[in-house]
């Protein structure tokens, strides 16, 4: 199983961007997906997480802000990124709970970072 990660770039303060992470290869089921972020000097930190059902939720600093979907038909997780800020500045991953095939154990996969920059 493969997470590809795209969407991030350079953006100024108050600007928007759109992330996309894509599954594939052998999938059965993916039970949560979520997207973490790491600042340079700083510990990779949750930013937000969606289950198989839709529920939602985020980290108090992106709440109203973030907004995070899934297309269970394509595999893939998006973040809606409103209202940017310079310390939303960092490396962004998406992760995912995958089961491959119906008797396999759930197993975590991490995509590579996508970087987001956020000017002054």
């Known amino acids: 199983v493969q997470l590809q990660a795209s969407g991030g770039g350079l953006v100024q303060a108050g600007g928007s961007l759109r992330l996309s992470c894509t599954a594939s290869?052998?999938?059965?089921?993916?039970?949560?997906m979520s997207w973490y972020r790491q600042a340079p000097g700083k510990q990779r930190e949750l930013v937000a997480v969606?289950?198989?059902?839709?529920?939602?939720d985020y980290r108090d600093s992106v709440k109203g802000r973030f907004t995070i979907s899934r297309d269970n038909a394509q595999d893939t997780v998006y973040l809606q990124m409103n209202s940017l800020k310079p310390e939303d500045t960092a490396l962004y991953y998406c992760?995912?709970?995958?089961?491959?095939?119906?008797?396999?154990?759930?197993?975590?996969?991490w995509g590579q970072g996508t970087q987001v920059t956020v000017s002054s």
């Open positions: 992760k995912s709970h995958v089961r491959r095939t119906m008797f396999a154990s759930t197993r975590e996969y």
């Open positions: 290869g052998n999938i059965f089921r993916i039970s949560d």
């Open positions: 969606i289950g198989s059902g839709g529920l939602t």
